[in-house]
């Protein structure tokens, strides 16, 4: 045996001792008859020689693996990939607010001036409803999506108004319904001085963070009274598979060119240029929206679930 392989010998015992026997440096040092800094040397020769091989058994570890795979794949700047309980649907949400409330939080809690606009949605929500309250005057906070339905109720998943209220920050929410009844209502809105004074704070804007709906019969977008039945079944009928910000998405990721598109009063998607979209939304029946709007190319980071990230990754 050649002084390499009897250095190696004492790297695999070195190894074992702290990895698996749980022994300090100093206990290790003394059973190999070594000094402190020699067993640092053992163990970091073990490392580099692919002796030690390390599996956390934890199922956070699936989560960072979903997260890697995806940002790599679609090129994201992030993608936080939270637990989720099948028997639980509602800790979905849970964890996404807490996920959520992080990211934003890392925004907010600056000192310098910050423009940071939102969507609306359960999980944006609940990320500004796990945010602590912090002292940020200085800060402003546009809506992305109207907040008015077509009966006059407000969106119940608006956040600006919420995260204003803990920060002390400006607020600007955009009074309309997500779809305009006619092309020539949506026009007279865009043309309101209000309208393209939100529009302007919303292109200064550092970030979105905003949420994916699903089409279906329990889109929000239809429960929420913002299109009805016939435009779901257009929707439906035209293969779309999600949306954001209003804006139905096919499972390519592109926008559907439809009467109700036309309509829409969100901000088109293409004018948010290079800004920080993130999208926050979870669960198996959100899987294929946040799919297409990955596709799309339209999302930079993402906050999801493993469900849902799972169901994604087997598409690839």
């Known amino acids: 045996m050649d002084k390499f392989e009897v250095k190696l010998d004492q790297a695999a015992r070195a190894a074992w001792m702290s990895y698996v026997g749980g022994l300090t440096q100093d206990e290790i040092a003394s059973q190999l008859g070594v000094s402190r800094p020699g067993v640092q040397r053992l163990l970091a020769l073990a490392r580099q020689e692919g002796l030690v091989k390390v599996h956390i058994d934890h199922p956070i570890?699936?989560?960072?693996?979903?997260?890697r795979t995806l940002r790599d794949h679609f090129g994201l700047t992030f993608c936080d990939v939270v637990p989720a309980?099948?028997?639980?649907p509602d800790s979905a949400t849970y964890y996404l607010g807490v996920a959520g409330a992080e990211r934003i939080g890392k925004l907010v809690e600056r000192s310098q001036p910050l423009t940071l606009s939102l969507g609306s949605g359960r999980?944006?929500?609940a990320a500004v409803e796990a945010l602590d309250r912090m002292e940020r005057p200085q800060h402003r906070f546009v809506s992305l999506v109207?907040?008015?339905a077509r009966d006059g109720s407000a969106n119940r998943y608006d956040a600006v108004m919420l995260l204003a209220d803990k920060t002390g920050g400006e607020r600007f929410l955009l009074p309309a319904p997500v779809v305009a009844e006619s092309l020539?209502?949506?026009n007279a809105m865009l043309s309101q001085r209000l309208f393209q004074a939100i529009a302007t704070v919303t292109k200064e804007a550092e970030a979105a963070f905003i949420g994916v709906g699903r089409?279906?019969?329990r889109a929000t977008l239809?429960?929420?009274?913002?299109i009805s039945e016939r435009e779901l079944d257009e929707l439906l009928g035209l293969e779309a598979v999600g949306e954001l910000l209003g804006w139905p998405l096919n499972s390519r990721g592109e926008v559907i060119d439809c009467s109700i598109t036309r309509r829409v009063t969100s901000l088109p998607l293409a004018q948010f240029g290079k800004q920080m979209i993130v999208a926050i939304a979870g669960g198996?029946?959100?899987?294929?929206?946040?799919?297409?709007?990955?596709?799309?190319?339209?999302?930079k980071g993402l906050i999801t679930d493993e469900i849902a990230a799972q169901n994604i990754v087997e598409r690839l």
Not at 85 to 88: F, S
Not at 222 to 226: E, P, S, T
């Open 284 to 299: 198996y029946a959100k899987a294929p929206g946040i799919h297409a709007a990955l596709q799309g190319g339209w999302l």
């Open 215 to 217: 089409i279906d019969r």
């Open 123 to 125: 999980s944006v929500r």
């Open 85 to 88: 309980e099948k028997n639980a």
């Open 222 to 226: 239809f429960q929420d009274h913002f």
């Open 184 to 186: 020539a209502e949506k």
């Open 61 to 67: 570890t699936t989560c960072m693996a979903l997260g």
């Open 146 to 148: 109207g907040n008015v």
